[in-house]
């Protein structure tokens, strides 16, 4: 947990001035993987755990940022065109600043402290929580309101031009848009979000952290990315309505699929089926039909493990683990994939089980020391009183 007096404390001493202090959230899918950039349908939450800003506005256009988890400081000016992608975190900083002001945002310059507790690389989306919460921020102290899905979209372009990431709406858009105590349905083409109760029932939402870092994720992801769209190329000459693979149903997709090439055709199946498991799981969910849910959640896995590649042997491990145990309903990797963590939907009497065999098995089978954290659905970008 970030203490948020002493981060208050320590941008005074560093700014010599008072801060005001804004948080977004990071977040766990549930469900709905890799079909947000395919205009599909996710299942996230917001998490409890958050990138916390502490900043001051200034009076020229210069953004002074000091980030307590590198001990860095960085800077730069609005004023200045910027100098693109140097491959550190303040790409996440500038780059949402200088998306905001592409859309018309006119930004005061900012003293800036960043802390968070959103584990680095773990699937948990810490680059969208630092790029929302500053964003956020920057907007705040310079007081201009914006539509809360342009934000989201700002973020998104600062990941595509400065972080180099082609990804999908779903991060940033679930750490603006995120709700307590529920987990939100996206249709990631509209941005229509429907907000689904969570946690007030028997189950709980468990995080595992494989401790493998996803450092392959962001070229691969390109290429899934570009899979895809072959996809879509192809079953356009028979299905010339379709935008996306969104647009594909299951029986069509049976229908035409020994026209892809492999892997290709692998690439669009997970995509086809995942978008109907997750408007079944959200179903399930809102009805309080928890076993249904689960059963969902590990065909995910099975999906993304051998028709999309993206899983990896701790991620399958872990998975594995975790089905054994009585009182988990379901399991699976979250986020991108090649590392990070597996999200279980847990019965709450079972949770000291799971947790011990979780631990054991894992450590037995990899060596790794696990990570186990119980996620509650968070709201997304605010200020902190
Ligand atoms: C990353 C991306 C998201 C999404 C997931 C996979 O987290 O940032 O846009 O594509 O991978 O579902």
Redesign the pocket.
């Given at each position: 947990m970030i203490d948020t007096r002493s981060l208050l404390d320590s941008f005074r001493r560093f700014y010599d001035r008072e801060a005001r202090l804004f948080r977004a959230p990071g977040r766990v899918?549930l469900i709905?993987?890799?079909?947000?950039?395919n205009e599909g349908f996710?299942l996230p939450m917001a998490i409890d755990r958050a990138t916390f800003v502490a900043g001051a506005a200034r009076d020229d256009r210069r953004v002074r940022v000091h980030s307590v988890n590198f001990d860095e400081s960085a800077e730069f000016n609005l004023d200045v065109e910027g100098r693109g992608r140097r491959g550190l975190w303040l790409d996440y900083v500038e780059g949402v600043a200088r998306e905001l002001e592409k859309r018309g945002a006119r930004l005061r310059g900012a003293d800036l402290m960043i802390s968070s507790d959103v584990p680095l690389g773990a699937?948990l989306?810490s680059?969208?929580a630092l790029e929302v919460s500053t964003g956020f921020a920057l907007l705040s102290l310079s007081d201009v309101a914006i539509n809360p899905k342009e934000l989201a979209l700002a973020a998104?372009a600062a990941?595509h031009n400065y972080v180099g990431?082609q990804?999908?709406?779903?991060?940033?858009f679930t750490a603006v848009m995120g709700k307590r105590g529920h987990a939100l349905l996206i249709d990631c083409r509209s941005l229509e979000t429907t907000q689904i109760p969570i946690g007030a029932s028997e189950v709980v939402v468990a995080i595992c952290d494989t401790r493998v870092k996803h450092e392959l994720?962001s070229s691969e992801?390109n290429t899934r990315r570009r899979e895809c769209e072959r996809g879509v190329e192809i079953l356009r000459e028979w299905l010339p309505q379709v935008r996306a693979l969104r647009d594909v149903s299951v029986e069509d997709f049976e229908r035409y699929e020994n026209h892809l090439p492999e892997p290709v055709r692998r690439r669009c199946r997970h995509i086809v089926t995942e978008d109907a498991r997750t408007l079944l799981a959200a179903e399930a969910l809102r009805d309080g039909r928890t076993e249904e849910m689960g059963r969902l959640m590990f065909l995910s896995h099975k999906s993304l493990r051998d028709d999309y590649e993206?899983s990896c042997a701790e991620l399958d491990t872990m998975v594995e683990i975790a089905s054994g145990v009585k009182g988990v309903m379901g399991a699976r990797m979250?986020?991108?994939?090649f590392g990070g963590c597996t999200v279980n939907l847990v019965l709450r009497a079972s949770l000291d089980e799971f947790q011990k065999e979780i631990e054991s098995g894992y450590k037995r089978a990899t060596k790794l020391d696990p990570f186990i954290y119980i996620a509650e659905a968070s709201d997304g970008a605010k200020e902190v009183s």
């Open positions: 899918n709905g993987e890799h079909t947000d950039y996710v699937g989306s680059s969208a998104q990941e990431a990804v999908g709406i779903m991060d940033q994720a992801y993206v979250t986020g991108g994939g």
